[in-house]
């Protein structure tokens, strides 16, 4: 079946700080890529997406490549703010319909210190 | 409401009590989703309705768990006979076009 594996936080870091959150999965055929994040208090929200291969999905600064060929779709920030202190979670999505369930990661919690 | 509305917010109840979970969606989105976050589990899909109809029921982990959808719009998640391993946060979420629009949820506490 299909699943994703993100890497297991909680990830602490200062402020402008590089980050990268690893985020892998399997799939049977051509899925959709999506970052959602959750602030604290709140619901998710979509962050980010990719729907083919090799497209870059971007907002507020952060960034994910689909990556056919390692299955790969991790998501970086090149300076993060004690605002993107937030739960973040890699999902995907089979199917054409564009209502398909979406399989998520367990989510990594980000924690930004000032 | 412009986005998606859950209630309760908290339900606190007792071991083997039945529970009812609320979904009001966008306006208009034909998809609506249920999802269960449990500390450290991630999110769990259980039931995905398209219009009234679910075709997709495979993550209801027990047959105490139902749900269903009416007028194309609220969604009812109910729990019969509630154990403490039910205990998470149950999501709700909406689509029209694919990208899920979520509720902030309702926290379930089973004592």
């Known amino acids: 079946g299909n699943s994703v594996t993100q890497m297991e936080g909680p990830v602490t870091l200062s402020e402008e700080a590089f980050l990268t959150i690893n985020c892998t999965y399997t799939a049977t055929g051509y899925p959709s890529l999506f970052w959602y994040v959750q602030y604290p208090g709140e619901g998710l929200q979509l962050l980010l997406k990719a729907t083919k291969a090799d497209d870059k999905g971007s907002n507020k600064g952060f960034e994910a490549t689909y990556r056919k060929e390692t299955t790969s779709f991790h998501l970086e920030k090149g300076s993060v703010q004690v605002s993107d202190s937030a739960v973040y979670f890699c999902?995907?999505?089979?199917?054409?319909?564009?209502?398909?369930?979406?399989?998520f990661g367990k989510g990594t919690r980000l924690s930004v210190i000032a | 409401g412009a986005g998606v509305s859950q209630s309760p917010s908290n339900k606190v109840t007792e071991k083997g009590k039945d529970v009812e979970l609320r979904c009001d969606p966008i306006s208009g989105h034909t998809a609506l989703y249920w999802y269960r976050q449990s500390l450290g589990q991630g999110l769990e899909f259980l039931i995905y309705f398209q219009g009234n109809s679910a075709p997709d029921k495979s993550g209801l982990p027990s047959d105490r768990f139902s749900a269903e959808r009416t007028g194309g719009s609220v969604s009812t998640l109910t729990i019969q006979r509630t154990q403490q391993e039910d205990s998470a946060v149950y999501l709700c979420?909406?689509?029209?076009?694919?990208?899920?629009?979520f509720g902030e949820g309702s926290r379930l506490t089973v004592l």
């Open positions: 999902a995907l999505s089979e199917g054409n319909s564009g209502n398909t369930p979406l399989v």
């Open positions: 979420a909406s689509s029209l076009l694919g990208e899920l629009f």
